[in-house]
């Protein structure tokens, strides 16, 4: 099949999901086939189950399925990228593997598409997560709003429709720290939004861990905001201005009650704690951008390939 025959393509990001692949390829089968010429691309991110060894006997009964099998674990949103990149499809969608976003959803992002919308976000009415994923999502989407430099949409996760110019958009932008959900809001175009209900993961378990969806939220707001270093300087201005006003303070002691002046230990030492405390965490934000900076500077590959299949 030529790839610009193809009217959709399915970008699926795979990361030990063996339990849940036998029915995302149905159900995402019979919904593209009614659309269209369409293609499923599978992106299998290091997995350690038998996730690849499913992927390649879909590949055998079916053409239309293609495999991006990484060398190592290099991330889901490396996986999005290597998925949107190869994908051939006139419109493309980006969709999780664990079955929270339904695939029939996917008719309704198509449908947006063919009225003229070149980016169709799917935005999450309902959501079956325990409460601590619930309120730190809550959070997370409304702090990224305030302070990102974009138009970053709350509650929209990795569940997108994009058309052929902005999946070329995309393809143009070559940062190492990416934050896809930033990314489709950065690049413009003409955009619109469903509803949906999130379902329950069918089997296995998020891979997504506290320490990775903390790495995901400083990406996305070092990626779209300056506000981090801003506030640094502000809190160099109040450590200053504190330790000011105590220079006179213990100046002031000084002259009017030399008695005195041996006391305030408790004091000193907390002045200190408390500079000492803002200094760091100066030096830890200033460290997160220089660090990205760093990464940049070094021109790798965002991912390693060890083989395609049906490319």
Request: hydrophobic share 40%; charged share 25%.
């Amino acid at each position: 099949m030529n790839t610009s025959e193809v009217l959709i393509s399915l970008v699926l990001p795979i990361h030990n999901e063996e339990g849940n692949i036998p029915e995302l390829y149905a159900r995402s089968k019979k919904v593209l086939s009614s659309l269209g010429c369409h293609e499923i691309i599978f992106i299998n991110d290091g997995s350690q189950d038998q996730s690849l060894e499913k992927l390649l006997e879909i590949c055998e009964k079916d053409k239309n399925v293609k495999v991006i099998d990484f060398s190592r674990n290099f991330g889901h949103q490396m996986a999005i990228t290597a998925g949107i990149n190869s994908a051939g499809g006139q419109a493309v969608v980006v969709m999780d593997s664990d079955l929270q976003d339904p695939p029939e959803v996917i008719c309704e992002l198509f449908a947006k598409w063919r009225e003229g919308f070149e980016v169709v976000r799917a935005k999450r009415k309902t959501r079956q997560d325990g409460f601590f994923k619930k309120i730190t999502a809550y959070f997370f989407y409304r702090t990224m709003r305030k302070l990102a430099n974009v138009d970053i949409m709350e509650d929209a996760g990795d569940f997108y429709l994009m058309d052929r110019r902005a999946i070329d958009a995309m393809n143009g932008i070559g940062e190492s720290s990416r934050f896809m959900r930033g990314l489709t809001s950065w690049i413009g175009f003409k955009r619109t939004h469903i509803l949906f209900d999130r379902d329950e993961r069918k089997a296995g378990k998020t891979s997504y861990t506290i320490k990775k969806m903390i790495k995901l939220a400083i990406d996305g707001l070092t990626s779209f905001s300056y506000i981090p270093l801003k506030l640094a300087t502000y809190l160099g201005l109040l450590s200053t201005v504190i330790g000011f006003i105590l220079g006179i303070y213990a100046i002031y002691q000084k002259i009017y009650f030399p008695q005195t002046t041996a006391q305030g230990w408790t004091s000193l030492i907390l002045t200190v704690l408390f500079i000492g405390g803002i200094q760091l965490v100066v030096l830890g934000i200033m460290g997160e951008y220089i660090g990205r900076i760093y990464t940049e500077t070094k021109k790798r590959p965002l991912y390693v390939v060890r083989q395609k299949i049906n490319f």
